[in-house]
């Protein structure tokens, strides 16, 4: 079980309750503070920050469930049981954790509750999308397709997100090279050219050098005071990120950025349009897939607005309609919708959308990519010039003054 604080109204008093309620995900915690009587605000799942290192140890990789949804989607359409199904899944996998959560869903299996209510036990391996996919595959009598649908959708989504992730990368080790570089050199090599002018009367440093120094000094002598900012800010930052206000900042800075704007915008479209494409083609309800995929984009600001389209489409419009000239959304998305619900092919449409933005981002990552590497390029060699002439102009100096060089 999992804890979530949460914000609500009281519909009788108008007044704002904060509390917290225990539930096996979001969802099941809306409907709860629901069964109360409340009308549900705000919903935030509560961390334990004194299990880290185990939720970290014992996290199911993407690749593991997409082994898991191929290998029991398989097994169902060869004709064998449920039950017998996952046992055989389970003695294939490797993974421990992924063990430990196929016994708990043979044991409420066989039990007699639904295998999509098993797996919702453990939100943190199978989210909404899983779940729902397999809800639906379950009353449709078509759970291996709704298996497979899942294993496509997972490896696109992992292929995706590689993709991005690996294209922040290669900025991210340029980083690091140069900030052990410079600090190598403040903390080695200047306070070398130092010891050679406090021995000549006279001899001035130049400026940059002067300025470098100081740098180096007060490193040197407060490096305990350099790494505790450093890690305050680093912890500091990381948790912050974390929170309502945080999550709002870096979700906006990801879609406005100059460099990278584009790039998560159209990674925010692929999500959307790929997830609504695998919910819908599975029979889920529209408005049920608006409220799953609103969570799957991982955007505060696109949740929103999926949220508002979500009481437009109850209230009647069509959701090309209710998404139409929102900023949150490139302006393609609607467009292809509204074909989609004219020609009653919106299923065809999410998949179309989907692909066409995954080979958007695919394109947009090489166009970052040789953007940021001749940039970081020219950071590095400006960084490089500032400190080797930190470093010779003190030895010309000393040269001219001594007679070399002519």
């Known amino acids: 079980m999992l804890t979530f604080s949460y914000t609500a109204r009281d519909p009788k008093t108008g007044q704002k309750i904060k509390a917290e309620v225990q539930a096996d995900s979001k969802r099941s915690a809306a409907q709860l503070i629901q069964k109360l009587g409340y009308s549900p605000i705000d919903i935030d799942q509560k961390e334990d920050k004194t299990n880290f290192l185990a939720k970290f140890r014992n996290r199911v990789k993407t690749k593991e469930k997409i082994i898991f949804s191929r290998q029991l989607s398989?097994?169902?359409?060869?004709?064998?049981?449920?039950?017998?199904?996952?046992?055989?899944?389970?003695?294939?996998?490797k993974s421990k954790p992924l063990q430990a959560v196929i016994t708990q869903v043979i044991s409420d299996v066989e039990a007699g509750n639904k295998l999509s209510d098993s797996l919702a036990k453990n939100?943190?391996?199978?989210?909404?999308?899983?779940?729902?996919?397999?809800?639906?595959?379950?009353?449709?009598?078509?759970?291996?397709?709704?298996?497979e649908r899942l294993a496509i959708q997972q490896e696109k989504d992992a292929d995706i997100n590689s993709k991005v992730r690996g294209a922040m990368i290669y900025p991210a080790v340029v980083l690091l090279?140069?900030?052990?570089?410079?600090?190598?050199?403040?903390?080695?090599?200047?306070?070398?050219?130092?010891?050679?002018?406090?021995?000549?009367?006279g001899a001035e440093l130049p400026l940059i050098t002067r300025i470098l120094l100081k740098a180096s000094n007060f490193v040197i002598d407060f490096w305990w005071l350099v790494i505790s900012i450093v890690g305050f800010a680093f912890l500091t930052s990381t948790r912050w990120v974390r929170t309502k206000g945080g999550k709002r900042f870096f979700d906006k800075l990801k879609m406005k950025s100059p460099a990278v704007?584009?790039?998560?915008?159209?990674?925010?479209?692929?999500?959307?349009?790929?997830?609504?494409?695998?919910?819908?083609?599975?029979?889920?309800?529209l408005l049920?897939?608006?409220?799953?995929?609103?969570?799957?984009?991982?955007?505060?600001?696109?949740?929103?607005?999926?949220?508002?389209?979500?009481?437009?489409?109850?209230?009647?419009?069509a959701l090309s309609d209710s998404i139409e000239n929102d900023p949150n959304f490139l302006d393609l998305v609607p467009k292809m919708i509204h074909i989609g619900e004219q020609s009653g092919s919106l299923e065809a449409m999410l998949d179309k959308v989907a692909e066409y933005y995954e080979k958007e981002v695919d394109q947009q990552i090489k166009t970052v990519s040789s953007i940021i590497e001749p940039a970081m390029m020219i950071i590095l060699g400006v960084v490089a010039l500032v400190i080797v002439a930190a470093v010779l102009l003190p030895v010309y100096g000393l040269a001219g003054q001594s007679g070399f060089g002519g």
Not at 80 to 93: A, D, I, N, Y
Not at 290 to 315: P, R
């Open 74 to 93: 398989t097994l169902i359409n060869a004709g064998l049981p449920l039950v017998q199904s996952l046992r055989s899944v389970q003695s294939q996998t």
């Open 123 to 147: 939100p943190r391996v199978f989210n909404a999308i899983f779940c729902s996919l397999v809800a639906s595959g379950e009353a449709s009598g078509t759970l291996d397709k709704a298996l």
């Open 177 to 201: 090279v140069m900030v052990l570089v410079v600090g190598f050199m403040l903390v080695k090599v200047l306070p070398q050219v130092q010891v050679l002018y406090d021995g000549i009367k």
């Open 261 to 285: 704007g584009q790039l998560f915008m159209k990674l925010y479209m692929a999500r959307f349009a790929r997830a609504g494409h695998t919910l819908v083609a599975s029979g889920v309800p």
């Open 288 to 317: 049920q897939t608006l409220e799953i995929t609103a969570e799957a984009v991982d955007n505060v600001y696109i949740e929103a607005s999926l949220k508002a389209a979500i009481e437009k489409v109850k209230g009647g419009k």
